[in-house]
């Protein structure tokens, strides 16, 4: 996702920069590169010039550590302050929650409260959401966030398969990966790799069907891997 300031984003009055202020400032950045969310997130609250970029750098700490109580209270001290999320915020408090394996959460977060604001989830969105529910072993929410993904025209990346593909093998069901990797290959003509390849290879080993195994194993020029 690009970086670039979306034109949603209601910047709040500028600060005016004070010596006291000035100071302030470099101790919660301190605060922040540091990683102390929760003393960053305290002198927060006391600072009255607050500003986007203020949220916006601790909300990327929450996402990066999966901290799912201060992404959450945060983002209503910005509502309670009157202040408009970016969408790139948005996506950091959903990021936040699905690091803090909290996938459930996340899906009703982007649902409801991106709306709201009158955001449209990009790929990210639906691939940091795809990766979470994997990760925990759930293959049906994959499936029909890449459905949703794929009505809202959108267009899948390898990290949508990936994902996808991930749940799959961690549940060792080869049949259903090895049709997503033909819909990857085929109809979206994105390339598969060796880590993709042995992943769908182990799920095959792992369910003890050798002559599926084999086979699979010599069709991975067909695939594109030598």
Known sequence: TSESVPKQEIASTKP???????????SFNALVQSGSIKSATELLEE???????????????????GDIIHADKLFKMMLSNNMKPSFFIMCHILEAFCK??????????????????DFTPD??????????YSKNKNTKMPLKLFESLVESNLKPDSHT?????????????????LKYLEKMVLEYEIPANTHVLNSILQAH??????????????????????
Do not use: H
Request: with cysteine.
């Open 100 to 117: 803090g394996k909290q996938p459930e959460k996340a899906y009703e977060f982007m649902i409801n409260e991106f709306k709201k604001f």
């Open 47 to 65: 600072i009255e010039q607050q500003d986007t970029t203020m949220y916006k750098s601790l909300l990327k700490l929450c996402a990066r550590k």
């Open 161 to 177: 398969f990936n994902s996808i593909l991930q749940g799959f093998v961690a549940n060792g069901d080869s049949e259903n990966a």
């Open 123 to 132: 790929v990210y969105c639906y691939n940091i959401l795809i990766n979470s």
């Open 16 to 26: 005016t920069k004070t010596p006291n202020f000035i100071r302030v400032i470099k």
């Open 205 to 226: 080993c792992n369910n003890n069907d050798a002559d599926k195994a084999e086979q699979f194993f010599n069709n991975y020029k067909s695939w594109g891997v030598e």
